[in-house]
């Protein structure tokens, strides 16, 4: 099945590695016409595309953004095996992956998480210096006079604001502040924490913050969570520096050395992230450690509170629905979760050429374009909520958890959809579909004469072509 095929991602028209492909040896490669092609053919296919880019992205933009649009806009990265091509370069690893070289990419979707543009940078590029040419394509080349860009914390910095957002008219946008500075505006006293009493969601503004409105948003749920997971670390923290103290005071092999013992207790303090909750006296014969009761306090009085930070006028775009549209960020998020691991692998890239390195980025951009509108077709026949309407209706706030619809319930609860079908995963689904073949049949009594004929597709598959809108034709 075709579908199913172009998204495997055992199917690569080509890598840097093998050949020949295992699309060409399928009925995929003679639909597509690549059963002849080679490496080299499919490699200038790649340049051509690469070349391309800025067309195919402004018809996207066309498609899918309008004058006054929310723009989200977020980054990842992606870590290399070798060492030859000049984009992988050390920098900070989102994967966790220590001592190799990587290569990072900002996408660009529109409010409901659908790809528009993507941009490929050096590994050890800084996260706010990708604003500038993001905004660039929003303004330029896709010819947006007004666009609201939302992004998070660590990519609309207050210098990135000033600098790159503000200076452009028409350009607006969303963000949140750090952690210190809503720290900064409880003391000062121009956030009440006392008002979340009655209500998790207030405007309020701040003379730092000229012509922009701030949004505080309390989070029950959030406090309760971050709660727990500083609990658990302080505690982890605590048995690795009892450790240390009792070395320090055992029989055999005592630890001594106040340098020895602050390197091990620096050690611990870097795995947990939480040396700020401590009191900690190193001396050269003894070590003892307590908790701060005040700093953890402190914290924990900011559990569940975050702070938006935007400079649309509340007539463009009320509190709730400015919320929301940061809380959007999270499609992109889904997004990279779908390149990275889930269904379309962008790893391992395999090219060495900086422009190769960017047509494969680019096509697996369009592989998750491609996903995307499958998804929204398929939603039915899939563990998808496909009533989101009702979903959104039952939340209290836009700042409370989201809610799964009555129907999406039902269909976790049953494994079946209201027509009674099986629920399918998405990968599921497509395994399904690709086991719809195309048989070659030859006569016995005439071994010259052949035809070919398509299996009959399954209810479900039907169901899925007809939602997919594809028609079952040789």
């Not at 701040?206 to 012509?211: C, G, Q, T």
């Not at 998804?375 to 989101?388: E, F, S, T, V, Y």
Request: one cysteine or more.
């Amino acid at each position: 099945m075709i579908v199913a095929r172009l998204l495997d991602p055992q199917s690569k028209l080509a890598t840097a590695w093998s050949w020949p492909p295992d699309t060409a040896l399928t009925s995929l490669g003679q639909t597509l016409g690549v059963t002849a092609a080679d490496a080299r053919a499919l490699y200038h296919a790649m340049d051509w595309l690469r070349r391309r880019q800025p067309q195919l992205e402004m018809a996207l933009a066309k498609r899918h953004l309008r004058e006054g649009t929310l723009a989200l806009y977020d980054l990842t990265s992606t870590y290399f095996e070798g060492h030859t091509c000049p984009l992988a370069q050390f920098g900070h690893s989102r994967d966790g992956k220590k001592g190799k070289v990587q290569i990072v990419f900002g996408l660009v979707c529109n409010v409901e998480g659908c790809p528009v543009a993507v941009e490929v940078f050096e590994g050890n590029t800084g996260d706010p210096t990708t604003v500038a040419p993001v905004i660039t394509k929003l303004r330029q080349r896709f010819h947006l006079r007004r666009v609201v860009l939302v992004g998070d914390r660590g990519l609309l910095t207050d210098a990135r604001i000033r600098e790159d957002l503000k200076p452009v008219e028409g350009l607006d946008w969303i963000t949140a502040l750090r952690h210190p500075t809503v720290r900064t505006l409880v003391d000062s006293g121009a956030l009440d924490l006392g008002e979340f009493a009655h209500t998790d969601l207030l405007e309020l503004t701040a003379p730092s913050y000229p012509d922009e409105r701030l949004i505080a948003c309390y989070n029950a749920t959030l406090a309760d969570e971050r709660g727990r997971t500083r609990e658990a670390l302080l505690q982890a923290t605590e048995r690795e520096l009892e450790t240390i103290a009792q070395a320090t005071t055992r029989a055999k092999r005592r630890l001594t050395g106040q340098d020895h013992i602050a390197l091990r207790v620096g050690k611990v303090l870097q795995r947990f992230k939480v040396g700020k909750h401590f009191t900690l006296e190193i001396s050269e014969a003894g070590f003892h450690y307590s908790r701060n009761l005040q700093s953890i306090a402190a914290e924990a009085a900011l559990d569940g509170l975050y702070v938006l930070r935007t400079s649309v006028a509340a007539e463009a775009l009320d509190t709730a629905s400015t919320v929301r549209a940061y809380k959007s960020l999270a499609t992109v998020e889904r997004a990279f979760r779908s390149l990275k691991t889930v269904d379309l692998a962008v790893r391992p890239i395999g090219h060495r050429l900086t422009e190769r390195v960017r047509a494969h980025v680019l096509l697996c951009m369009v592989a998750y374009y491609l996903e995307w509108h499958m998804r929204q077709a398929l939603a039915p026949l899939l563990c998808d909520d496909d009533d989101k309407a009702m979903a959104e209706a039952q939340r209290s706030s836009v700042v409370a958890p989201a809610q799964r619809s009555p129907r999406a319930r039902r269909k976790a609860q049953t494994q079946q959809t209201d027509d009674g079908r099986p629920v399918h995963s998405f990968q599921t689904l497509l395994r399904d579909l690709g086991t719809i073949t195309k048989n070659q049949i030859r006569f016995v009594h005439s071994p010259l004469e052949t035809t070919e004929m398509l299996t009959t597709p399954t209810p479900i598959q039907q169901r899925a072509l007809d939602l997919l809108q594809v028609p079952l034709k040789l």
